[in-house]
């Protein structure tokens, strides 16, 4: 049965975000007509059919996959009204929630959106943003939050070629559908020291780790900061190809955490 009602979950919540995208009220509505058949199956199931015994599993199944849709439903951003995705602004304050990966001409984070503001008051949001800081010396932690020009913000764009990977649905699966290249003018650290959580100690220790590795050349780089630190954000394509090619790409898998451990 378990493994059932598991199947019609998952059918519920693919028909919710491939085919019927239901706002919430229509969700709740579809909901409360599918109980009201269910009670019906079920005191026919009682009085009028107790052999039927089908009927049971049906409407549980039913039942399961409907509820599937409703919890998907409101979950989807699309239908979150404090989601930027459903909100014009000015200004947005951003706390990052990611260790600042450095790259050649950039600084890529990922922030949670905290507030925004129109052209009249500020108001509570939400939300995720990719952002690259287009100066590659600016020093940003986990925690901080800074404000920024919506001028700079946009919604990631959508695959332009057949077959290509498409970066747009893989961002929306981390419910992340924004993206901002972000210069020096666009924002202001609104506090320069992040609040402390364990977690962020943790990962501004790694990024200082990693800035301590900058006297080795790119390529045994790139390694050491996958076997030491499980960081592979600089592994180029060639290493890999190198690793995979050879069946040891489970070194870089797992000898991070278990540098970790000891």
């Known amino acids: 049965p378990f493994v059932k009602l598991t199947v019609a979950w998952v059918f519920g919540t693919l028909a919710q975000f491939h085919f019927l995208n239901f706002t919430r009220s229509q969700s709740l509505i579809v909901l409360a007509i599918v109980?009201?058949?269910?009670?019906?199956?079920?005191?026919?199931?009682l009085v009028l059919l107790p052999s039927k015994y089908w009927v049971k599993g049906l409407t549980m199944n039913f039942l399961v996959f409907t509820l599937a849709i409703v919890v998907s439903s409101i979950l989807n951003e699309h239908n979150n009204q404090d989601h930027i995705l459903n909100k014009e602004f000015e200004w947005v304050i951003i706390e990052i929630s990611t260790g600042p990966i450095e790259r050649e001409k950039s600084v890529k984070v990922e922030a949670?959106?905290?507030?925004i503001k129109d052209s009249l008051?500020?108001?509570k949001a939400n939300g995720k943003i990719i952002c690259?800081?287009?100066?590659?010396n600016i020093s940003l932690q986990k925690g901080q939050q800074l404000i920024v020009k919506s001028s700079c913000i946009n919604l990631v764009k959508p695959p332009?070629?057949?077959?290509q990977f498409n970066y747009q649905r893989y961002l929306s699966n981390k419910g992340i559908y924004h993206q901002a290249f972000i210069r020096s003018n666009d924002f202001q650290i609104i506090n320069h020291t992040a609040s402390f959580s364990l977690f962020t100690t943790f990962e501004n220790s790694r990024h200082w780790m990693l800035k301590n590795l900058e006297f080795l050349d790119s390529k045994s780089k790139?390694?050491?900061?996958?076997?030491?630190?499980?960081?592979?954000?600089?592994l180029t394509d060639e290493v890999?190809?190198?690793f995979s090619s050879t069946g040891t790409m489970h070194i870089l898998a797992v000898s991070g955490?278990?540098?970790g451990i000891i």
């Open 257 to 259: 955490l278990h540098v």
């Open 160 to 163: 332009t070629n057949p077959d």
């Open 121 to 123: 008051i500020w108001y």
């Open 112 to 115: 949670n959106v905290i507030t």
């Open 132 to 136: 690259y800081f287009l100066d590659s």
């Open 222 to 234: 790139s390694v050491a900061e996958a076997l030491l630190l499980g960081y592979k954000e600089n």
């Open 35 to 45: 109980l009201l058949i269910s009670a019906t199956l079920t005191w026919e199931k």
């Open 240 to 242: 890999r190809s190198v």
